[in-house]
């Protein structure tokens, strides 16, 4: 839920971010005991290294500081990545997970209807997805069409013996 207070921190901080070239996804407050707890996420294209959440972390709390942004108290500032399983919600979600392994809930108003599929994003456009659904008990795989209006939910599927890129090119 959006809040004054959230909407000009992240009025404060966007300009940052996207000057690292990171896009900013999330900024969540709260307390922590006596203090308040600011955490940023941020993303790109490319993963988010620590030595960007450092300086971003620098430059946020400098920023921060010299603003009444955070009000007088004070408050614990920590930048991240979104981490492996959050949400996919927007366009540049799916496009950054393509080739990834991924859990979709589909809604009722979907051509095949409601239900769970788990699937291999191949490729993205403005309307929507085209996966591959693995094949079960020796059967192959096979593609299918998914409408950004038929998703529900996603989330990436965490995979431990994925092949990297690449592997895969070599």
Not at 19 to 43: F, H, N, T
Not at 55 to 84: F, H, Q
């Amino acid at each position: 839920m959006s809040t004054p207070q959230s909407d000009r921190l992240r009025e404060l901080l966007e300009p940052l971010v996207a000057a690292q070239g990171l896009d900013l996804e999330e900024i969540e407050l709260s307390r922590a005991g006596k203090r308040r707890m600011l955490r940023i996420i941020v993303d790109s294209d490319e993963g988010v290294e620590l030595d960007a959440c450092a300086e971003l972390s620098r430059i946020a709390g400098e920023k921060l500081d010299e603003t009444d942004a955070m009000g007088d108290g004070e408050y614990v500032l920590e930048v991240s990545s979104p981490g492996a399983d959050r949400p996919l919600t927007q366009h540049r979600h799916y496009v950054r997970a393509t080739g990834r392994l991924v859990k979709f809930q589909l809604s009722a108003e979907g051509e095949k209807g409601a239900g769970e599929l788990v699937a291999r994003i191949l490729g993205v456009d403005d309307e929507g997805l085209d996966v591959e659904v693995p094949g079960v008990k020796g059967r192959k795989a096979t593609t299918r069409r998914i409408g950004f209006g038929d998703i529900a939910r996603a989330r990436v599927e965490i995979e431990f013996n994925r092949k990297d890129k690449k592997e895969e090119e070599a």
